[in-house]
């Protein structure tokens, strides 16, 4: 059941981080406006399952007058709004009270902050720490979202499928698969022969960007919503029709690339390295399922 949507408010980031998803950058285009946002908003209630507007990106604070006016317009729609950040602009926390404080006027029911080294490298007053220190004085619901650096990662996290990433290892999809798997030992491709993440069958999030796509996974599209409206994607469904998804539930990554044929390497370091790499091969071939491109790098 649908319960959360994920807006992509932009793809644009001051920061390009070696892990990202969906590979954020200062030049990366996809920004929603507010008319694109509210038509989403009116398209979330129909389906009349969604608790949850997240607005995340990028770095959603980059477009702030927006992305508060889209608080304010999610809020009254009456759904509960959390926003995903890595907290830039934390100078100090009195100044990051300054920032934060219409977010608590407007009572945001979750605050989570990217604070980890692969965003901010190893310091101790990190712009995210200031934050979280900020939100808590000013009394925001706040989270932190930590990802361990690969070569930290030693734990495999009790997330369950489909819920946000909140703390773990990295998962090699997106820029995290270009950039860093190569640096790391993998396991035989056999291994791979499901989704450990993602709810595919029956998502209880989805990721909407500007262009229209509607994500069940960064790069996996069910539907444009700017060509078909978004209750009608989600009411028609049907995973195991999709020429992805379906090869992907049945038996994994590894289903996928045995399915289509796609060359194979010896190693994977894991699934989603194996998932991406094979969607990348195919993109060409599905690209009404495999977008937006830059989300691969193109
Ligand atoms: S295996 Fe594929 S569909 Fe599943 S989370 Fe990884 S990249 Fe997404």
């Not at 712009?127 to 734990?155: F, H, M, T, Y």
């Not at 056999?190 to 796509?213: I, K, M, Q, T, Y």
Request: charged share 25%.
């Amino acid at each position: 059941m649908l319960t959360g949507i994920h807006f992509l408010l932009t793809y644009k980031c001051i920061y390009e981080c070696d892990h990202c998803f969906v590979y954020s950058s200062a030049g990366a285009e996809g920004t929603f406006t507010l008319d694109q946002f509210t038509k989403t908003l009116n398209e979330a209630k129909k389906i009349g399952t969604v608790e949850w507007i997240y607005l995340e990106g990028g770095e959603p604070f980059l477009y702030y007058p927006m992305m508060i006016e889209m608080v304010r317009v999610a809020s009254l729609f009456g759904f509960k709004v959390g926003i995903v950040t890595n907290a830039y602009f934390a100078a100090s926390v009195s100044d990051a009270e300054v920032w934060l404080k219409p977010l608590k006027e407007l009572d945001i029911d979750d605050l989570s902050i990217s604070d980890d080294e692969l965003h901010s490298g190893k310091c101790i007053n990190s712009p995210a720490s200031i934050a979280i220190q900020a939100a808590k004085n000013l009394g925001i619901r706040v989270n932190s979202i930590s990802i361990d650096s690969p070569e930290l990662s030693s734990c495999i996290t009790q997330r369950k499928k489909g819920e946000p990433v909140t703390s773990g290892e990295v998962m090699f999809r997106g820029r995290a698969a270009d950039k860093l798997a190569e640096k790391f030992p993998g396991a035989d491709p056999a291994e791979f022969d499901r989704c450990r993440w993602e709810e595919l069958e029956s998502p209880e999030r989805v990721h909407v960007d500007s262009f229209g796509n509607v994500q069940v996974c960064q790069g996996i599209s069910i539907g444009n919503m700017w060509q078909v409206p978004l209750s009608e994607i989600m009411n028609n469904y049907l995973a195991k029709t999709h020429p992805v998804v379906k090869h992907i539930l049945s038996g994994g990554p590894l289903k996928l690339a045995r399915h289509y044929r796609t060359s194979l390497n010896s190693k994977y370091i894991d699934a989603c390295q194996l998932c991406y790499e094979t969607r990348k091969q195919l993109i060409d071939r599905f690209p009404d399922c495999l977008a937006p491109r830059q989300v691969y790098g193109l």
